[in-house]
């Protein structure tokens, strides 16, 4: 049982690099979500996706890009990356909303923008 | 907008001593507030939840109590180990699919 996995798990990039962190889940959960977490912070919602094709934005979307051809991936794209997006990145998945049920969250990847 | 206040940042607790986090929330219709547990390295896990409906609600040592009038929900942890060292997070529910977290308390369990 693979649950919820997200690739790479250390990444170090550049200012106005693109990059991409990868999120796969194989419980076919029909929400998946991106976090970022932040000392002071606490965990803030970037993107969501209800569904495959569905996807909307959370507290702190500015500078991600996101989609969701198969139900079972939701990846992450930093189109031009820039310091201040250093953080440690979480994606997760629920089977209701998640405001009803439990999320299920992924280890995480920690992106460092030198 | 939405928000969630999150107390103490830091807690230090004897062995086998109880800990109280407490957290406030912004929005009076709020129905759900889950508590979730972060080990090194690891990603958050949910340990106990509570709905508008119900004021307390325990598992073995985790307790969450909720006061709907002071807008505030409280994770109680009795004889704790060190095991329990860890941050936890509270959050709430605001609608829309949403979940709002609080900023997280950093446990320390003092053998």
């Known amino acids: 049982d693979a649950g919820i996995t997200q690739s790479p798990r250390y990444k170090i990039t550049e200012t106005g690099r693109q990059v991409t962190l990868m999120c796969h889940q194989t419980?076919?959960?029909?929400?998946m979500f991106w976090y970022r977490q932040d000392l002071g912070h606490g965990l803030r919602l970037i993107y969501y996706s209800a569904a495959a094709d569905i996807t909307d934005k959370g507290e702190v979307p500015d500078g991600y890009v996101v989609s969701r051809s198969k139900t079972e991936n939701f990846p992450l794209t930093l189109e031009s990356a820039t310091r201040s997006q250093t953080s440690v990145y979480f994606c997760?998945?629920?089977?209701?909303?998640?405001?009803?049920?439990?999320?299920?969250f992924g280890e995480g990847s920690r992106l460092t923008v030198l | 907008g939405e928000n969630v206040e999150q107390h103490p940042s830091t807690l230090s607790v004897q062995e086998g001593d109880s800990a109280v986090i407490k957290c406030t929330y912004s929005d009076s219709a709020s129905n759900y507030f889950p508590w979730y547990k972060q080990e090194l390295g690891k990603g958050p896990q949910l340990i106990i939840d509570i709905r508008s409906n119900v004021g307390e609600k325990k598992d073995q040592r985790i307790a969450v109590t909720l006061n709907k009038t002071a807008k505030h929900f409280s994770l109680h942890i009795t004889e704790t180990q060190p095991e329990d060292s860890a941050v936890y997070f509270c959050?709430?529910?605001?609608?829309?699919?949403?979940?709002?977290f609080g900023t997280g308390t950093r446990l320390t369990i003092i053998p």
């Open positions: 419980w076919s959960h029909s929400y």
């Open positions: 959050a709430a529910s605001f609608g829309n699919e949403k979940l709002t």
């Open positions: 997760a998945s629920s089977v209701e909303g998640p405001d009803t049920g439990e999320l299920f």
